[in-house]
C-alpha cells in the first residue's frame, strides 16, 4: 500500500488538495475563502490531468532528428486541457472576484448567512 502511494505521489497530492478544496467550499461562510477552495480545487484537477499525461522517458512532441515514432514523445492532449482550464479558472474567477466586490459594497458583508438575511429583508421591504 504505502508502496503505491509512495509511487503515485503526483495523483495523491492532487486528490489531497482537490479534497481540501472542496471542504473550504463547502464549510466556509466567507465568499473569498469560498474562492480560494475553488482555486485550490481547480489545482488539483490541473496536477492530476499534467501528472496522467506525463510519462517517464519521453520527450515533447517536438520532432527532432527524424525520430517520428509516438512512443518517443508525450501525449500533448492533457498539456493542452491543463492550459485551457488556467484560462478557464482565471476567468471564473476575475468575475467571482467581481460579483463578490459588488455584493460587498451592496450589503457591507462577505458572510452568506448575512448575505442571504439581508437580502430577504430587502425583498420584504419591497
Not at 508502496?3 to 472542496?22: D, K, R, S, T
Not at 514523445?73 to 482565471?90: E, R
Not at 459594497?105 to 438575511?117: A, S, V, W
Given at each position: ?23 473550504m467550499l463547502l464549510f466556509q461562510r466567507n465568499l473569498i475563502k469560498k474562492l ?10 490541473f496536477l492530476l490531468l499534467a501528472s496522467m499525461g506525463y510519462i517517464s522517458g519521453r520527450k515533447a512532441p517536438i520532432i527532432a532528428d527524424g525520430v517520428q ?58
Open positions: 500500500m504505502l508502496e503505491n502511494l509512495l509511487a503515485n505521489y503526483e495523483e495523491a497530492v492532487a486528490v489531497i488538495l482537490f479534497g481540501i478544496g472542496f471542504v480560494i477552495g475553488l482555486n485550490i480545487m481547480d489545482n488539483g484537477v515514432s509516438t512512443e518517443a514523445y508525450i501525449n500533448p492532449v492533457p498539456a493542452g486541457l491543463v492550459l485551457t482550464g488556467i484560462v478557464v479558472s482565471v476567468s471564473v474567477t476575475a468575475i467571482m472576484l467581481s460579483l463578490t466586490v459588488r455584493l460587498y459594497k451592496r450589503y457591507h458583508t462577505l458572510n452568506l448567512d448575512e448575505i442571504y438575511i439581508l437580502s430577504r429583508h430587502l425583498s420584504e421591504d419591497r
